[in-house]
């Protein structure tokens, strides 16, 4: 397609945010549209964490994840120098405890798997946990897993950089209605996997409502840590980010409860650092499942002219760059590069 392809953008989530980027820096006529506010579900968080599912047992999704990672740092920088404000990216690595010596022998397998599926561009091995300083986890055995690939990024500083970058590539945002333009990709969080489930007539996915918290303490350029399923994640703000919850069952989308107190209480036990950290935000909100657990892309069936990137779930900021260059390759030039199992048809 000709540069200057109109395109409207439905959501203003990172997985919009980043389509929105990409298709922009290509030459694509952007309108973005927010129902209510950037970041207002998942993508408005604390979390930020960008980590790799193991390096075993390889498939199409961690390939694609392991892809988009590596694409990260540029594209991140790329929105920096763009738009002027900065994601908070930074690919740090990251820390788990492990165990007993049964965890310590999966990880040292899980290492050789690394080196065949990740070859030199990171690192997955077992470490001493006292090479890792004070903001570092109890470990019973001693030892964590250390991997070089996962990094992080500040979820409502990305939203509003990528917001920033769109709009002086000539973007446009409009929260609220707006009329749409050209061709229209749909990333709409769990209110559009509804909407899709209601037109195709089956549920293809659902909300997940998830719980996290910022605790005050300056932990430095140090890695985040993976613990009793719980992200604990230095920004380099001076906070830290604790969470979440996965909660299929809920009452309030939006309210903080006592699961959110237990996962305080925990992050302060696992990491002895936080003990006395003032807590000075908790958020709660609805992270979009795809029934097949990976991203949803493609084509809206039997809608011409209409596309769906969603189903980010807990993994949309790792996802994103590569999310946004596949759905750009898509709209832009009819080229589809969407690996198994990332279908809008993967899940009816």
């Known amino acids: 397609m000709a540069r200057g392809e109109r395109v409207t953008v439905r959501g203003g989530g990172v997985f919009g945010l980043a389509c929105a980027f990409e298709l922009a820096r290509r030459g694509a006529r952007v309108r973005l549209i927010e129902a209510r506010r950037i970041g207002a579900g998942s993508s408005g968080g604390t979390v930020g964490a ?28 790329a929105v920096r120098e763009t738009g002027g404000r900065d994601a908070g990216y930074a690919r740090l690595g990251r820390i788990q405890p492990l165990a007993d010596a049964v965890a310590v022998a999966r990880a040292e397998e899980r290492a050789a798997e ?39 990024a500040a979820p409502r500083a990305a939203g509003a950089a990528l917001a920033a970058a769109i709009e002086a590539l000539g973007g446009e945002i409009v929260i609220g209605e707006g009329e749409e333009i050209g061709l229209v990709l749909h990333a709409t969080g769990s209110a559009g996997l509804a909407t899709l489930s209601a037109v195709l007539g089956k549920t293809i996915g659902g909300p997940v409502k998830g719980q996290s918290a910022l605790l005050r303490h300056d932990a430095g350029a140090v890695p985040q840590i993976y613990a009793e399923s719980l992200h604990i994640v230095p920004h380099a703000d ?21 699961q959110l107190e237990a996962l305080i209480t925990k992050a302060r036990t696992i990491v002895p650092a936080l003990a006395g950290a003032e807590v000075i935000d908790r958020w709660a909100g609805l ?38 260059a596949v759905m750009a390759d898509l709209i832009l030039e009819g080229r589809d590069a969407i690996p198994e199992g990332f279908r809008v048809e993967d899940n009816l």
């Open 114 to 152: 690394a080196v065949q599926h990740w070859g030199d561009a990171a690192v997955w091995r077992v470490a001493p946990v006292a090479a890792f300083g004070a903001f570092a986890p109890a470990s019973p055995t001693g030892l964590v897993i250390h991997d070089t690939l996962t990094a992080r």
């Open 238 to 258: 001076g906070t830290v980010a604790i969470g979440s919850t996965s909660e299929r069952d809920f009452a309030a989308p939006e309210t903080t409860d006592a």
């Open 50 to 77: 960008l980590a790799p599912h193991v390096p075993e047992n390889w498939n199409p999704k961690k390939q694609f994840q392991f892809e988009s990672l590596m694409m990260a740092e540029a594209f991140w920088a």
């Open 287 to 324: 992270r979009p499942r795809a029934k097949s657990r990976a991203p949803m892309l493609g084509a809206w069936p039997d809608r011409p002219g209409h596309f769906i990137a969603n189903g980010g779930f807990k993994i949309g900021f790792g996802m994103a760059p590569k999310v946004a």
